[in-house]
């Protein structure tokens, strides 16, 4: 019997769709069959893979035949309607949608923090908010060092973490802004080119938004640590790709500069860039197109007793969501 | 004898020193003779002022024979060279640059929070920090109210603040980026087209720069408060104009947020724009060539037991420099 599996991506034309099969063909994911799926709208359209052309699929509730794992990046609502179905086939899904991620049943997986909880699943994985996976890349080896408590974060978040559409609203207001035509807003509800947006989806009862409470209630299920509080700011910046999230933490334990660079050094997919004397730390640029995590400006805190702050960034659209699901693919 | 004063602009031809006149003027400031003063590269422009034009000089040690009062915005060199100057020809300096803020003889003054001070001047007053100065307008009313202790707070200051050569950058790389051309870095050390850059001014011993620990030591000053601990990342981000900062700050007293907007929008200089249902938040865009600082995303902090987080915004050419200084000339 072979290896090779027959996998599945919907909503393969997406941004982190596309961006799921190059991490498919660089990391040569042991594929047999690949079906493509996406809204009819996109059918017929056709996505070169291993050199081939692939057409896309309309996603139907009977895609799933055959199907032994199916990667989803196509919106809540589209992976609450067809992951059961995929589920029902056979297949097991591994979901980039923020639908069942708070759901006991289902693991919510960095494979390089809490790859054991794979095991845990029912059919379905679930893949955590970017900006909490770039966050926790940074600081979960600080965790298994120090003990962390508490996190304060405020985010610069990507336009592509709202999909090729925040790109193309970007792009458009610049270039209306450089030659004085009428400045359209579609995606963000105000300005993005040239300002900053202190929102990030939906605004909830407590004064927070959707995707800043993500850090506390994804970030307790991937740490198993239940007390863990994290207080966010999630702002828009006009940034094309990758997330930076500045970060402030306590810890249970004494810190220590030099070996908070140690830990997070030693770390699978996180790589240091600190050295403040040489001008070293990163930006999004430098993290763009790779799959490791990056972090700078570690320093003690001023206000924490056991406090440590630094500065991460990561590309979301890798392994803020295509990345992490494919090495959550690779575990199963 | 006339109320009207000769005052003097040292750094006239600055982003921050135009502003200056403008403010003067939309403010009818009692001039009864005005001297603009700036390099000898810049000597022999004229700029206008209330209909005239007024030919800028250079500055000099002699520059100050019957000024009254001297506004310098010319970085701290010059400050430090000809305040010395100014003081002994009679003139009382108000300095924007950070060469005399932390000297114990030298009153750090904004206006609407600490006017007293002004008092205690021989001869020169200090203006804070830009950062340091938008943050407090939001942050003193809620210090009166429930008593701060510590702020961890997070900056996206905009490119003029680095002058306007900061804003001649920017919008080079944009142009360049658009039509392929080579991107040029002359004032930031990395490209701020689509990216941001944490780090604004030089790095400490501590691992922090130099314009982040102003918040904590200008803050304390300003405040009266020896014990106020602030823990910032200050980062650069593509915007022209209005710094924004992410503050979460805990209180010795409880919190509670209805009040907390209550005593902002009861402060003079700083305004609420908080309605998180409605979606109503400031972005840089509303606060750009405004007098007020504005307030938005005020919520109860979710890490520190009396804790507050919000989000302020403020033109930092107005508020954070020029207007800053124009008001503490007032208050002579």
Not at 32 to 37: F, I, Y
Not at 123 to 136: E, K, M, R
Request: proline share 5%.
């Amino acid at each position: 019997m072979s290896n090779e599996k027959h996998l599945a991506v919907a909503g393969a034309t997406g941004a982190v769709g596309i961006e799921m099969l190059k991490c498919l063909e660089e990391r040569n994911f042991p594929i047999g069959e690949l079906t493509l799926l996406a809204s009819s709208r996109s059918a017929g359209r056709k996505l070169s893979f291993r050199g081939s052309e692939v057409e896309v699929q309309e996603l139907t509730p009977d895609s799933f035949r055959g199907v032994d794992l199916a990667l989803f990046s196509a919106g809540s609502g589209i992976s609450r309607e067809f992951a059961p179905h995929a589920v029902e086939a056979g297949a097991v899904v591994v979901d980039n949608s923020s639908a069942f991620r708070m759901d006991d049943e289902v693991p919510l997986v960095v494979p390089e923090i809490n790859p054991e909880d794979v095991a845990l699943q029912h059919g379905v994985i679930a893949n955590p908010n970017c900006t909490t996976i770039i966050t926790l890349m940074g600081l979960q080896p600080l965790h298994a060092e120090f003990g962390v408590e508490q996190v304060i974060a405020s985010s610069y978040q990507a336009v592509s973490g709202s999909g090729a559409q925040g790109i193309v609203e970007l792009e458009g207001q610049i270039k209306a802004i450089a030659g004085d035509g009428e400045v359209e807003k579609k995606i963000y509800p105000h300005q993005i080119a040239h300002n900053v947006i202190p929102q990030v989806d939906a605004f909830l009862e407590n004064g927070y938004t959707k995707e800043e409470m993500k850090m506390q209630n994804e970030g307790r299920k991937i740490l198993h640590a239940p007390d863990f509080t994290a207080s966010v700011t999630c702002v828009r910046v006009p940034v094309y790709r990758s997330h930076s999230v500045a970060v402030t933490a306590s810890f249970r334990k004494p810190v220590d500069v030099e070996r908070a660079r140690e830990v997070i050094d030693a770390a699978p997919g996180v790589r240091v860039m600190d050295d403040p004397a040489a001008g070293l730390y990163p930006t999004p640029l430098d993290a763009t197109d790779g799959d490791d995590c990056l972090v700078g400006r570690i320093r003690k805190d001023l206000v924490f007793e056991n406090g440590l702050s630094f500065w991460v960034v990561g590309d979301q659209v890798r392994k803020g969501a295509a990345l992490n699901a494919v090495q959550i693919a690779e575990l199963l």
